[in-house]
């Protein structure tokens, strides 16, 4: 399927609830938008609301394009001061595998599955041979209206991922340019490459970037980082 603008496959609105269990989520593009197979949506304000989507029995989710969030664009929003988190639940047999990020104007470009603002748990997930033309061949992480955002993965394998700019080119599986990545236990993150820094993992500090860090991220219990 094709759309412009958010969720080449599913929209899943404020409130919302997306289950899924077994199937496959192929070929969707969010063309010059966000969540090529999934956006997960949020609203702010008094009466906001959060979407929150549940991935398990083996789904996959493959070739799909975006220009942020390849896979998957997990949101937050905010108003008058009160804001809603996005949360998405990947569980043990799920697979994202050749999803793009693509684009070079603003934003685009980033996670190559997935673009997470929300809350996102990954669980004995795989990760394979997903790029973006920017930064997070698999994951790009970020804060909006000063909300934290957190990316929680254990048991999962995270290899073969691109992040091919050359002067772009950062965190071939995870960028996290705010917010918190933890990998919890026994996680694998090998092969991954990047164009320009951070073949593994990168994050941004302030000024500027300066690459890898150690901050918010966590590789221990049984995780592997390759160079």
């Known amino acids: 399927t094709g759309a412009t603008g958010l969720g080449g496959g599913i929209y899943n609105g404020p409130g919302a609830r997306l289950f899924t269990n077994g199937g496959a989520f192929y070929s969707n593009r969010a063309t010059g938008g966000d969540g090529g197979a999934i956006f997960n949506d949020a609203s702010g304000g008094p009466t906001g609301r959060a979407g929150s989507i549940w991935i398990e029995g083996g789904t996959t989710l493959e070739h799909n394009w975006a220009s ?39 934003n685009g470009g980033r996670g190559g599955a997935v673009f997470n603002l929300g809350y996102l748990t990954a669980t004995g997930v795989y990760f ?11 994951l790009f992480n970020a804060i909006v209206h000063s909300v934290a955002s957190t990316v929680l993965f254990e048991n999962s394998i995270l290899e073969y991922n691109e992040a091919k700019s050359a002067n772009q080119g950062r965190g071939g599986a995870i960028y996290v340019r705010d917010g918190r990545v933890s990998l919890v236990s026994n996680n694998t993150v090998r092969w991954n490459t990047a164009a320009f820094l951070g073949r593994g993992i990168a994050r941004a500090a302030q000024p500027g970037d300066r690459g890898v860090g150690s901050s918010h991220e966590s590789l221990r219990h049984g995780d592997h980082a390759a160079p």
């Not at 998957?72 to 996005?86: R, Y």
């Not at 394979?128 to 698999?138: A, D, H, I, R």
Request: charged content about 5%; overall charge positive.
């Open 68 to 106: 942020r969030g390849g896979a998957i664009f997990n949101n937050t929003a905010s108003s008058s001061g009160l804001f809603q988190q996005a949360t998405a639940t990947i569980l043990a047999g799920s697979n994202f595998q050749f999803n793009h990020a693509i684009g070079s104007a603003n």
């Open 128 to 138: 394979g041979y997903n790029t973006s033309s920017k930064e997070g061949g698999v």
